[in-house]
């Protein structure tokens, strides 16, 4: 969901003629997104203990996977939209790799968004739970400055070689992406 500043942060939605209220705290919502990353659960048991977090509804079954589907769609997903760019004809140009891959983590990034809120926003994410919410986390973490911890890590993990860079800053920036890489597997060597 994009944040609209005409329209009031979601407190509460309807469902199949059904009021629920809803906190969106982002704190909840990282809560619901380990819930869903635990693999000794069934989809069911995710979506139903994810109701609970957000909404302190208790649903069974079938009706809590669609309940849990629809919130997650309309509510939660983070959505990485990226403005079409176009050649001096007017042809949509193709989307560039890096786009699609994922270059945060919120759970392995966890302390440099939290010290780039602070760098940024002197903004202490502890003192926010339970206060700020979902969609203003999501607009406050994709406006990082480019001077922050976390903004930084981002260029690193697109950063490719290319022609003009000497060979010890290719490596160094190597390292910097075994460092800062997402998942367990290296980097490979560059020349």
């Not at 635990?38 to 977090?53: G, P």
């Not at 392995?108 to 700020?132: E, R, V």
């Not at 981002?154 to 022609?163: A, F, N, Y």
């Amino acid at each position: 969901m994009r944040l609209r500043l005409n329209d009031p942060l979601v407190t509460s939605f309807f469902y199949q003629e059904k009021k629920y209220t809803i906190d969106m705290a982002f704190d909840n919502v990282l809560d619901a997104f380990d819930v869903l990353g635990d693999q000794t659960l069934r989809e069911q048991e995710k979506a139903e203990i994810c109701l609970v977090l957000l909404l302190n509804e208790s649903c069974k079954g079938e009706e809590a996977i669609n309940l849990w589907n629809y919130l997650y769609e309309r509510f939660i997903k983070v959505e990485n939209i990226q403005p079409i760019e176009y050649d001096l004809k007017g042809k949509p140009l193709p989307v560039r790799e890096e786009v699609s891959k994922n270059l945060i983590s919120l759970e392995k990034d966890a302390g440099y968004i939290y010290a780039s809120f602070q760098q940024a926003y002197n903004l202490n994410l502890f003192d926010q739970q339970g206060k700020l919410h979902w969609q203003e986390f999501q607009a406050l973490l994709q406006g990082l400055p480019s001077d922050t911890i976390m903004q930084r890590i981002i260029q690193i993990r697109m950063w490719e070689p290319s022609k003009g860079e000497t060979s010890e800053y290719k490596q160094a920036m190597k390292k910097l992406q075994n460092l800062y890489a997402l998942d367990d597997g290296e980097i490979e060597e560059v020349d």
